[in-house]
């Protein structure tokens, strides 16, 4: 097998690995995740509009 034909099987197969572990494909990977964190939102400011006079 060529250099460059190794190269690119290597890259596929970490992609492949990567996007297994990422998506939770394999099991026991748990173990490697943050978890997600839940964030508060903002508050939104109530809008306060001077009242439009009549043409």
């Not at 939770?24 to 009242?51: C, N, T, Y």
């Amino acid at each position: 097998m060529s250099a460059p034909v190794r190269f690119l099987a290597v890259a596929v197969a970490g992609w492949t690995l990567f996007r297994g572990v990422t998506a939770g494909v394999l099991p026991g990977v748990e173990v490697l995740s943050l978890g997600k964190a839940e964030a508060a939102p903002a508050p939104i400011p109530a809008a306060q509009f001077p009242p439009i006079t009549p043409i």
